[in-house]
Antibody
């Protein structure tokens, strides 16, 4: 059974760095074609893709946020970590991690439940 | 970056109605178009992949069509449990989502 779960601070201060962890089960990020992405959703607004990491450690970032984002993985722990620097109140959102398995397609087939991050002093 | 223009932004319909949502890509995305349903407080759920293929377990009243830049999502007979926000997503190079369509029951 495939599951993903996001964890991290619920509250961060402006200018701080956010670190989120996605812990998953039911698949391995060493399997060719396996990828994990981060996606966020401000309250009442649309989904926004942030970053992706692949089984071979290839990394992709949102064009508008790439200077602030770093994605990494720990295959042995089944974890993917996202860091976002210089947090601002506009970064308040629910952050999701989701899986892509490219031999099947380019869609997010499994999602975590999301974690709400509020940016406020 | 590819922009996705989704319309309408909100929609009110009666149970049993046929409902359609459109999504237009700013450039050709082949059939790399996906539709998700998001109920309040929940993560998105995949309904349609590769523009027209129904995800396993999704009711057949949901359908998708289109290729290139213009895509349509439809619910053939609206049910009360279909109340949600629907998103299109493309993945030609880097992924992006439409702005969403909030579906309500009249």
């Amino acid at each position: 059974q495939v599951t993903l779960r996001e964890s991290g601070p619920a509250l961060v201060k402006p200018t701080q760095t956010l670190t989120l962890t996605c812990t998953f089960a039911g698949f391995s990020l060493s399997t060719p074609g396996m990828c994990v992405s981060w996606i966020r959703q401000p309250p009442g607004k649309a989904l926004e893709w942030l970053a992706r990491i692949d089984w071979d450690d290839d990394k992709y970032y949102s064009t508008s946020l790439k200077t602030r984002l770093t994605i990494s993985k720990d295959t042995s722990k089944n974890q993917v970590v996202l860091t976002m620097t210089n947090m601002d109140p506009v970064d308040t959102a629910t952050y999701y991690c989701a899986r892509i398995f490219t031999p099947q397609g380019r869609y997010f087939d499994y999602w975590g439940q999301g974690t709400l991050v509020t940016v406020s002093s | 970056d590819i922009q996705m223009t989704q319309s309408p932004s909100s929609l009110s319909a009666s149970v049993g109605d046929r409902v359609t949502i459109t999504c237009q890509a700013s450039q050709d995305i082949n059939n790399y178009l996906y539709w998700y349903q998001q109920r309040p407080g929940k993560a998105p759920k995949l309904l349609i992949y590769d523009a027209s293929k129904l995800e396993t377990g999704v009711p057949s009243r949901f359908s998708g069509s289109g290729f290139g830049t213009d895509f349509t999502f439809a619910i053939s007979s609206l049910q009360p449990e279909d109340i949600a926000t629907y998103y299109c997503q493309q993945y030609d190079n880097l992924p992006s989502f439409g702005q969403g369509t909030r579906l309500e029951i009249k």
